[in-house]
């Protein structure tokens, strides 16, 4: 079983940073990806960023690239979600899930999820 927990989220002003953290359980070789989502309130979750154990097959959803970098620490089983320049847009729980596919981009091939982390980006 795997468990993976969130971290870092807050409010924060637009134009502002953040950085989420995601740490799993134990080092996951049956999860070659890890990836992060968003939902805001009243929308569906969307896909972020995926990022594989080795740090490649990077993908970034088109709302986020440029301002959003995804990166691991294989020593601390964590991944991280850097967020810059952030927009009211961005407001949303932020999830980190584990999965067997790298690059994925779609909640269907992600096996375990975190509890989530609010991001709250004011105007």
């Known amino acids: 079983q795997v468990q993976l927990v969130e971290s870092g989220g807050g409010l924060v002003q637009a134009g502002g940073s953040l950085t989420l953290s995601c740490a799993a359980s134990l080092r996951t070789f049956s999860f070659s990806a890890m990836g992060w989502f968003r939902q805001a309130p009243g929308k569906e979750r969307d896909f972020v960023a995926t990022i594989t154990w080795n740090g490649g097959n990077i993908v970034y959803a088109g709302s986020v690239k440029g301002r959003f970098t995804i990166s691991v620490d294989n020593a601390k089983n964590t991944v991280y979600l850097q967020m810059n320049s952030l927009k009211p847009e961005d407001t949303a729980v932020y999830y980190c899930?584990?999965?067997?596919?790298?690059?994925?981009?779609?909640?269907?091939?992600?096996?375990?999820w975190g509890q989530g982390t609010q991001v709250t980006v004011s105007s």
């Open positions: 899930a584990a999965s067997r596919i790298s690059g994925a981009t779609i909640m269907y091939w992600y096996n375990y």
